[in-house]
């Protein structure tokens, strides 16, 4: 078995989006389950992009996002009504392709740290085309505003 453990460097964050836990986010055990927490994740990247005016589907002109992989590392467990705060940070930037990186905190501990890796596609022909330069300034911590 291999191990994915996702590390975030000491660059400061991106983006900061806090929700609670809700009831409909437990699990069969009364605690955040991993489907739930992929959807949080999805709620913060969507967020994380409509903060500089930009989307999945509208990075720039015919331009969307592919999640092309997605990695958890479980590090503790959260409950109904925990507060959890997620930070965005950038991961690796290629030519087409990115990692979005997820820390995820309640008041208490260090619940997880994900990423998503990120493909730009042309919507039209279906194919990988590089990374917007309007959005590799975000990812840079570039002030394009």
């Known amino acids: 078995m291999s ?27 009364n605690h955040l389950g991993h489907d739930n927490l992929i959807k949080i994740i999805h709620d913060v990247r969507m967020s994380f992009l409509e903060k500089y005016n930009l989307g999945e589907i509208n990075l720039e002109m015919n331009i969307g996002l592919i999640i092309a992989n997605l990695n958890i590392n479980y590090l503790g467990q959260s409950y109904l009504n925990d507060l959890l705060k997620i930070n965005v940070f950038p991961g690796e930037i290629f030519n087409s392709s990115f990692e979005i990186l997820y820390k995820i905190e309640n008041q208490k501990e260090l619940i997880s740290i994900c990423s998503t890796t990120m493909v730009c596609c042309d919507i039209n ?16 911590y570039e002030n394009f505003i």
Do not use: C, H, M, W
């Open 3 to 29: 191990k994915n453990k996702i590390e975030i460097g000491t660059q400061k964050s991106l983006f900061l989006y806090e929700t609670k836990v809700r009831v409909g986010d437990l699990n069969y055990a």
């Open 125 to 140: 022909k279906k194919r990988p085309v590089r990374i917007p330069e309007i959005f590799l300034k975000v990812l840079k």
